[in-house]
């Protein structure tokens, strides 16, 4: 990590190596203008380091000036001698146009200005900072703990928390949350989970009705809160890290979220995936998208119907096909853990004909799949009226929220990272990233519905691709060392296409085998931010449908 403070003047000369994948970072530098108090080299992008009470005008400037309009992560840790915030900020026309804000405080006074009132995603970064870090948000229009009770004490990701701590609550602070409540008598509060089979998941919505319609809704989260990235910060990375993602998202995409940390902690120690590998990992990411897509269309599916015996079970009996040659390749059913640092753990099963014939039947099979569901499910009088202009989200709300994956592109957002911010294979393969602009519950299904089409044309080609390589140059691993310690202070932030959207993972080495900051960017957590917008003056029932189109996890919500 170096730093710079030092400002060059604005007509100065722009040296090749300031010019960084299309970005002139002394362009943006001189943008940024006063607020700028250094420069930091992360692996990913350059770093302005920013005053913090300038936040909100640097960031301004990059957004509106300079186009980066997705802020697609907020990291803050604690050092020695200060608390850090870093806004990952990309553009969503070409996320390989990057450049992080970091904004230092003082240790004895943890006070930033909040990016809220630029991007509104920021909202629920900064609580989770607050929450888990300490660090304090200015201006932030509701600062509180998010994955946490309020009652919590002490900041768990804090060098100085004492976690023997009792945490003893008292009896005022289980008082009646209506007692003091001044809302309008025609309105009433009803509470929608955090048990109920419509929420996903342990997620409970505070619903505010007037009459049958939504007025507001406040997604509550953090009863799943597992402390993955507490975890994964005790854990080597080259051994022990690996086995936590499947955990994250696990409704089948476990080697997505497996490929969202090799591609971080690869990069962070200059490790080259063999060609091979990079084919056997994009086949398998595809067949738990397929996985994960099949899941989200027969709950969203119940959730409009309440069938469980038509729809969802067809649902579920395509998925478990996918599910048996998951097991096939890898010999688990949920918890794969099938990448390596360098690689994947083992090539496909013997003897390989069989297992690419059972591919193959799958994907001749299908299409017909598909036409059935859209019998049963699109052309449907009854899902069209409870889908179609219900749950609309606009391209530019999306993209103030950070919203990513099927739902972004169901709102006409081009944007995939697997196409715009090449790895793997796929640049490689023929495939078109699916998008609508219907904006609404039908659309997130739709898009879903085609993608599950295109991941069966990767699939396919990287099957012939595996058929035919040269046994002599099957190689599933790179040759990595035992033990991996990158360089102290070495920084950087990479994502995957998870099936739920931009999957992200910002790491700090220490220059020890263990990660000093590890930060999971869920794409599900700022999908779920947005359903304020998309919910307002509908219907209990449209909620509902609302909710299940954004297909969360809560395992990966809360983490």
Known sequence: MSQTTEEPSEDAEVEPEDVVEGVDYDAIEALL??????????????????????????????????????????????????????????????????????????????????????????????????????????EHPDLRRILLPETWQGHPLGRNYNQDKPQIVTFEEHENPLADDHRDEDTMLINIGPHHPATHGVLHLKTILDGEQVLDVEPDIGYLHRCEEQMAQSGTYRHQIMPYPDRWDYGSAGILNEWAYARVAEDLNDIEVPEYAQVMRTMSAELCRIAAHLLALGTFCLDIYGDFTAIFMYAMRDREVVQNILEDLTGQRMMFNYLRLGGVVWDVPEPREEFFANVREFLDELPGRMEEYHDLITENELFQARTVDTGILEPETAKDYGVTGPVARASGIDYDLRRDDPYGYYENLDWKVVTDDGKDNYSRLLVRMREV????????????????????????????????????????YRAVEGAKGELGIYIRSDGTDKPARFKIRSPCFSNLQALPEMAEGEYVPDLVATLGSLDIILGEVDR
Not at 58 to 74: I, M, P, R, T, Y
Not at 474 to 481: C, E, K, L, S, W
Request: negative net charge; proline residues 5%.
């Open 453 to 492: 089409e295109q991941s069966a044309r990767i699939i396919q080609q990287c099957v012939d691709l595996l058929e035919e390589w040269p046994e002599d140059e099957r190689d599933i691993q790179a040759n990595v060392p035992r033990t991996l310690n990158p360089e102290p202070d070495k920084e950087a």
């Open 33 to 138: 203008g006063d607020a700028v108090v250094g420069r930091e080299t992360h692996t990913n992008a350059e770093g302005f380091v920013v005053r913090a009470d300038r936040v909100q005008d640097a960031l301004s400037a990059l957004k509106e000036e300079a186009g980066f309009d997705h802020l697609s992560n907020v990291s803050a840790q604690e050092y020695a001698d200060r608390f850090e915030s870093i806004y990952h900020l990309k553009k969503y026309d070409d996320p390989t146009q990057e450049v992080s804000v970091v904004v230092p405080t003082t240790r004895d006074d943890p006070v930033s200005q909040s990016a809220e009132p630029v991007f509104r995603t920021a909202d629920w970064h900064e609580r989770e900072a607050y929450d888990l870090v300490g660090v304090n948000y200015d």
